[in-house]
């Protein structure tokens, strides 16, 4: 099979597990349709992609440059490309026609995109996160560098510990449900009641952490777990 001069150049030889023959109309009796070409090389990777991620998935071929021609195929082409391509961003993908024994290699840019809550402005150490300084964006996932948030409701009410600026995805660690100094109320429950009394936070704690604080009472150090803004409770 011979491959087509003045495009990609490949040194090393792909194992491709995946094939698709798509059909390519052609531009004229001679040749087909770069565009077109790319485009179905956009859809065979969708559809490879597709059931691999809640997220949403955007892809996008690199364009063939006018000055190539390519070849009419009189069946359908082959798409193919290796399953371990389909995990990095550029993807390398091999169109091949069976029938004139000619084949060739697109890139295809796939990006990964997931619903991420970013702050609206810069934030100081201390402010109140609310729905006025938060919305949330679409991002492309590899640029998360750790666990962010999708859901604005769940941060109302959290203090920022650290400057954010414009448009950063709020993540864990800037933030606290609790902060070390805060006063917070204290509950415990019992078999028919619950007991609440008043305490400091020892520490910094997001909700479902647990952090060490003081009962102002009693002067006694308790371990307790976030429930919600300047709230903890013990587990008895």
């Known amino acids: 099979m011979k491959k087509l001069n003045n495009y990609l150049v ?6 491709f597990s ?3 023959p798509t059909f390519i109309t052609a531009a004229d009796d001679n040749y087909l349709d770069n565009q ?7 859809q065979f990777i969708m559809a490879q ?15 063939i440059d006018e000055r190539i021609t390519i070849p009419a195929c009189s069946q359908e082409l082959d798409f193919l490309v290796s399953p371990e391509a389909l995990y990095q ?32 402005s810069a934030l100081s150490p201390g402010t109140l996160l609310n729905e006025g300084n938060l919305q949330v964006v679409e991002m492309d996932k590899k640029r998360m560098r750790s666990t962010t ?19 950063r995805p709020i993540e864990p ?8 100094g805060d006063s917070v109320v204290i509950s415990a429950g019992l078999a028919n009641m619950e007991i609440k009394t008043n305490g400091v ?19 006694i150090n308790l371990t307790a777990q976030v429930v919600t803004t300047n709230q903890v409770r013990v587990n008895l």
């Not at 660690?173 to 070390?180: G, H, K, S, Y």
């Open 201 to 219: 936070a020892l520490e910094d704690g997001n909700i479902g952490e647990t952090i060490r604080v003081k009962n102002s009472h009693s002067n």
């Open 49 to 63: 992609l597709a059931n691999d991620s809640a997220n949403q998935i955007k892809v996008e071929g690199s364009p």
């Open 173 to 180: 660690n800037d933030l606290c449900f609790v902060c070390e």
């Open 89 to 120: 961003s550029n993807i390398t993908v091999k169109a091949q026609c069976p029938a004139s024994n000619w084949y060739m290699f697109l890139m295809v840019k796939a990006t990964e995109i997931q619903p991420v809550v970013v702050v609206t």
């Open 18 to 20: 995946f094939v698709l």
């Open 36 to 42: 077109r070409l790319v485009t179905q090389a956009e």
């Open 10 to 15: 490949f040194a090393k030889i792909f194992t």
């Open 149 to 167: 948030f999708t859901d604005i409701s769940s941060l109302v009410g959290a203090r920022v510990k650290r400057r954010l600026m414009s448009g």
